[in-house]
């Protein structure tokens, strides 16, 4: 079936630094990509809403400076966090719409990436 | 008001109980529902959708009513593999924008 691949899943940077996020929809095109964090013990914050070929739609209280989101391809979305700190360290998942003919309109999630700033 | 809200549990249930999750909804815009269950440090993963005539998968069946903006899940025979967290999901089109929101979650302990 359709898969989101997120990589990495996995990231410890330091402070200050900036970290590179991506999100492929492997088998099907996603013309939206939404992202998302989740702090330990709570829900699935939106964050974005990603549309290739466009800018970003940002939920209110996301700094668009600070996470930096580029949808340049029918398959690949990334998510950047600039001059991270500490308390930007979260649980970063993608989701893709598959918008194809019989699909539905399913939405399928990344594995998620655990970033962690030190 | 959020725009999903969930009891956040915890439900604590005997295996073999039924145990039923509710979640409402604020946005009437709202058109596609789903039910997601989260593993813990997992991604939520698709249980199943909601439609309002009421659909059912094995043990699980969904309801939707539009009128009172509210979801529900029922688990029949409860197994121990199906302690997790259970997302109620909203998807709504505003405009140019597509909006897939979370509920905050209701915590599932299914105990042998």
């Known amino acids: 079936g359709a898969v989101v691949s997120q990589h990495p899943s996995r990231v410890i940077c330091k402070s200050g630094t900036s970290v590179k996020i991506e999100c492929r929809s492997l088998d099907f095109q996603a013309t939206t990509m939404f992202w998302y964090r989740q702090f330990p013990k709570k829900s699935l914050m939106l964050m974005a809403t990603s549309n290739e070929g466009s800018k970003a739609t940002y939920e209110q209280g996301v700094e668009k400076d600070k996470f930096l989101i580029n949808h340049a391809s029918l398959t690949l979305s990334t998510l950047t966090v600039t001059s991270a700190h500490p308390e930007d360290s979260s649980f970063y998942i993608c989701?893709?719409?598959?918008?194809?003919f019989g699909s539905g309109n399913t939405i399928y999630f990344g594995e998620g990436s655990w970033l962690t700033v030190v | 008001r959020k725009e999903v809200e969930q009891d956040p549990g915890p439900f604590n249930v005997p295996e073999g109980a039924t145990v039923a999750f509710n979640c409402t909804y604020s946005?009437?815009?709202?058109?596609?529902f789903f039910w997601y269950r989260q593993d813990c440090r997992k991604e939520p993963k698709l249980l199943m959708s909601?439609?309002?005539s009421g659909n059912e998968d094995g043990r699980f069946t969904a309801q939707l009513n539009r009128a009172s903006q509210y979801i529900s899940l029922l688990i029949r025979d409860s197994k121990l593999s199906d302690s997790a967290t259970y997302l109620c999901?909203?998807?709504?089109?505003?405009?140019?924008?597509?909006?897939?929101?979370f509920g905050t979650g209701t915590l599932l302990a299914v105990q042998p």
């Open positions: 909601v439609y309002s």
């Open positions: 946005n009437s815009a709202s058109q596609s």
């Open positions: 989701s893709a719409r598959d918008r194809g």
């Open positions: 999901v909203v998807l709504y089109y505003g405009g140019a924008t597509n909006k897939l929101i």
